[in-house]
């Protein structure tokens, strides 16, 4: 049997940091309310020059440093992000061409904050069945270029980054299961209500920007998360307590805190990095991972489960053994 199992690690920031209090001199928000009812305190924004792929090649270089790999060793590029580039190519076609490994797959996924979790299990199939050895599964956003800045219900809340993993071929576990879901009929509360086949005029004109219904979101999130707990631990065969660390999609501390109370799980062994990052959508999760595996938390052999939710509604999680 072949497994899947997270070789290396790896994540890159922005250079500039933007604290609550920063925000709060241009738009009508204060520290204590973002605090209060998010658990952000900063978050990193791109300037000139740092894109989502040049934030994606940097951290997929650490994965695969860390793997013990070189670029040559990747067989499978998978990119997940709401914020690409260019309309094409994709985004993961931009890092293989900086990193140098060609001819294989890459392709990018489009799931927003349930990005990396999609990208991850459709990458797992890839290495199951043997399609491909070393994938290079990445999420990455700037995720503040279509922020409306003049929209405090929403600009607050992101974050721009990168995230990545090496998902090797292994004789020992490695992922454990992998759930995936969608609702399309959620569509309007949390969107950006135009893109390439509609609203172009939109778009040209700079006003392509998410909106979102937060409290629609935050409601659907705590039940959708709570089945995503059950489903992935029931298929895995486990119970809450065989989980070592929680790494959750970090858009809402309250979030979170609602999935640590359905495992009975401390927040000890919750990596919460919201409060550094904000929401950077698909590069949320595997920038969190690679906090915790790089400052020494998430040990090999420990069970990490993730999870997370975003527009689509699209939501998932995996179990894999580190
Ligand atoms: O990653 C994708 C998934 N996204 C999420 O998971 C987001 C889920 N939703 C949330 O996290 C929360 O709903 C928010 C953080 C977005 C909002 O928190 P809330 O507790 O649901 O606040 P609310 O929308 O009910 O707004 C409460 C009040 C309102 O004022 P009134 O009507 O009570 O006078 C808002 O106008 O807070 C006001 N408000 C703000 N005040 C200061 C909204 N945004 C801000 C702000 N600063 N930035």
């Not at 307590?241 to 609602?258: G, K, Y």
């Not at 906090?291 to 939501?315: C, K, N, P, S």
Request: glycine share 10%; with cysteine.
């Amino acid at each position: 049997m072949i497994y899947a199992k997270v070789a290396g690690t790896g994540s890159a920031l922005p250079k500039r940091v933007v604290s609550n209090e920063e925000l709060a001199q241009t738009v009508d928000t204060s520290d204590e309310w973002i605090k209060q009812r998010t658990g952000i305190a900063q978050r990193y924004i791109a300037g000139e020059g740092e894109t989502t792929s040049s934030l994606a090649v940097d951290a997929a270089k650490q994965a695969i440093d860390t793997a013990g790999l070189n670029a040559s060793d990747i067989d499978l590029i998978i990119v997940a992000t709401t914020t690409p580039d260019l309309v094409f190519p994709s985004t993961a076609t931009i890092v293989q061409n900086e990193l140098g490994c060609f001819g294989g797959p890459a392709f990018d996924v489009q799931a927003v904050c349930a990005g990396f979790v999609y990208a991850f299990a459709t990458a797992e199939k890839f290495v199951k069945t043997g399609a491909a050895k070393n994938a290079l599964v990445i999420g990455a956003e700037t995720f503040t270029r279509i922020l409306n800045w003049e929209d405090r219900t929403t600009c607050v809340l992101f974050g721009d980054g990168a995230g990545a993993v090496v998902l090797s071929a292994s004789d020992e576990p490695g992922v454990l299961t992998t759930r995936l879901y969608a609702d399309g009929r959620q569509k309007e509360n949390l969107w950006v209500p135009s893109g390439v086949s509609t609203n172009y005029q939109a778009m040209q004109d700079g006003a392509a920007f998410v909106q979102m219904n937060g409290q629609e979101v935050f409601k659907f999130a705590v039940k959708a998360l709570a089945q995503v707990v059950d489903d992935a631990l029931e298929e895995a065969g486990m119970t809450a307590a065989e989980i070592d660390w929680l790494v959750p999609h970090q858009a809402n501390i309250r979030i979170i805190q609602s999935t640590a109370k359905k495992l009975k799980m401390s927040m000890d062994n919750v990596v919460v990095t919201v409060d550094q990052h904000g929401n950077t959508s698909a590069a949320s999760i595997p920038l969190a991972l690679d906090t915790a595996v790089r400052d020494g938390r998430i040990q090999r052999g420990q069970t990490v489960l993730i999870e997370g939710i975003g527009g689509g509604f699209a939501w998932g999680g995996a179990i894999f053994r580190f």
